[in-house]
């Protein structure tokens, strides 16, 4: 990648998403203006730099039964079979299609699994400039509709929250 961008400090090769740095929440706006706070404690993901941002890819995989609300009857609502369904579908995948580089961080495109539907995505990833490591944040809009979710009370968008540090393979 170009070593003036906001990408300079990534090499070429594979990195992965650091567990003990990287945190995948998500916000969701309920009636009445009340929101639902959650996170993922489980996931795994690689990125793979090439020689240029068109030549590089991301892929991460999300277990599903690791939804966290702070709240056990909600996060046990999340994994029964008319939202996640953990028991047949325990993962959530993300794989890229297409990575452009701009003067802030990347722009991704990919498709997102969730349950057995795909459907493409894509969002603004930032770099984190005052990190000593390589570290980007992103904001990703989902429509659990969009998946197949209809559960009363899980219809709403949601925001991904992302906050990905990256180290070395």
Same mark, same amino acid.
């Given at each position: 990648?170009?070593?003036?961008?906001?990408?300079? %400090?990534?090499?070429? #090769?594979?990195? +992965?998403?650091?567990?003990?740095?990287?945190?995948?929440?998500?916000?969701?706006?309920? @009636?009445?203006?009340?929101?639902?706070?959650?996170? @993922?404690?489980? !996931?795994?993901?690689?990125?793979?730099? #090439?020689?240029?941002? %068109?030549?590089?890819?991301?892929?991460?995989? =999300? !277990?599903?039964?690791?939804?966290?609300?702070?709240?056990?009857?909600?996060?046990?609502?999340?994994?029964?079979?008319?939202? &996640?369904?953990?028991?047949? &579908?325990?993962?959530?995948?993300?794989?890229?299609?297409?990575?452009?580089?701009?003067?802030?961080?990347?722009? =991704?495109?990919?498709? $997102?699994? *969730?349950?057995?539907?795909?459907?493409?995505?894509? &969002?603004?990833? *930032?770099?984190?400039?005052?990190?000593? *490591? /390589?570290? !980007?944040? %992103?904001?990703?809009?989902?429509?659990?509709?969009? @998946?197949? =979710?209809?559960? /009363?009370?899980?219809?709403?968008?949601?925001? *991904? $929250? =992302?906050?990905? +540090?990256?180290?070395?393979?």
């Amino acid at each position: 990648m170009s070593d003036t961008s906001a990408n300079s %400090a990534l090499e070429s #090769g594979t990195w +992965t998403l650091d567990p003990t740095a990287t945190s995948i929440g998500f916000v969701s706006k309920l @009636f009445l203006g009340l929101k639902v706070n959650g996170r @993922f404690s489980r !996931y795994e993901g690689t990125i793979t730099v #090439g020689d240029s941002a %068109a030549d590089s890819s991301a892929a991460v995989t =999300i !277990y599903t039964d690791s939804v966290d609300t702070g709240i056990k009857m909600r996060d046990g609502h999340l994994r029964a079979d008319n939202v &996640f369904d953990t028991a047949s &579908f325990p993962t959530l995948e993300f794989h890229s299609t297409a990575v452009t580089e701009t003067p802030t961080g990347l722009d =991704i495109t990919g498709n $997102l699994r *969730v349950r057995d539907t795909t459907r493409p995505i894509s &969002f603004h990833a *930032v770099r984190v400039t005052d990190s000593a *490591v /390589p570290r !980007y944040t %992103a904001d990703v809009r989902v429509s659990p509709k969009e @998946f197949g =979710i209809t559960r /009363p009370g899980t219809t709403r968008p949601l925001d *991904v $929250l =992302i906050d990905a +540090t990256l180290r070395r393979s």
